[in-house]
């Protein structure tokens, strides 16, 4: 039985009883999914069943680094991160934790202002601010385009070292697509593109079934 599987069936009884969370491959989902992903990550699965998991946050339309565990921490029961599938004393510990820390942690989070405001409160973690290709993604999302221009004009000219070309594949989009779109003022084709990198890694990630496609706040407020 592969990884997936074996996840799904010990977690089976576990998340009928909660509806507000989903399972995709490895990835438990804090419900619901919109612009912001919240959940566990099963970061290492053993063949003996031990397991090492994390909890993470991030953008959807981060194409990049969506669902990477740069903004979370590794899931800990008193003071071990071992968990073991068939053991049911283990996993109990491993529900526990996600049902009096995790989810009451990121629940409230859900939207990108959230996003912001909580990862800058993350203890040892830089604001979100100090990653000019991520947070060019952001500004963009929440429709503060004269700060996403700058940024990107910045990436786009090579200045500041923010496009190494070791680093084409994170750096590249925002200059072949984002960009020009900020620098037309293009509301509707920043929003298509957002909502189509965010459809990009919801197909990636086995999450289609759980994403629910929304407005970006510009949109609304417009």
Do not use: C
């Not at 060019?136 to 190494?164: C, H, M, Q, T, Y």
């Not at 200059?175 to 197909?203: K, S, Y």
């Amino acid at each position: 039985m592969k990884g997936p599987a074996r996840i799904r069936k010990a977690l089976t009884p576990y998340l009928e009883q909660r509806p507000h969370l989903a399972l995709a491959k490895y990835w438990i989902v804090i419900k619901p999914l919109h612009h912001i992903y919240r959940g566990v990550t099963f970061e290492r699965l053993f063949s003996s069943g031990e397991f090492i998991a994390s909890w993470s946050i991030s953008p959807m339309f981060d194409r990049t680094h969506a669902l990477a565990l740069t903004n979370g921490k590794i899931v800990y029961a008193g003071h071990s991160a071992r968990f073991f599938l068939n053991d049911p004393a283990s996993l109990d510990a491993f529900f526990a934790e996600i049902d009096e820390h995790v989810v009451p942690m990121l629940e409230p989070v859900r939207s990108i202002d959230d996003f912001t405001a909580f990862v800058d409160g993350l203890s040892m973690r830089p604001p979100v601010a100090y990653f000019p290709r991520r947070y060019v993604k952001v500004l963009a999302a929440l429709g503060r385009f004269d700060e996403a221009r700058e940024i990107s004009k910045a990436i786009a000219e090579g200045r500041n070292g923010w496009a190494p070309p070791d680093l084409k594949e994170a750096w590249g989009p925002i200059v072949t697509e984002l960009h020009p779109l900020l620098q037309a003022d293009d509301r509707v084709g920043v929003a298509d593109l957002l909502r189509r990198w965010e459809a990009e890694v919801a197909a990636k990630y086995g999450l289609l079934d759980i994403w629910e496609p929304t407005p970006f706040p510009f949109e609304i407020a417009s």
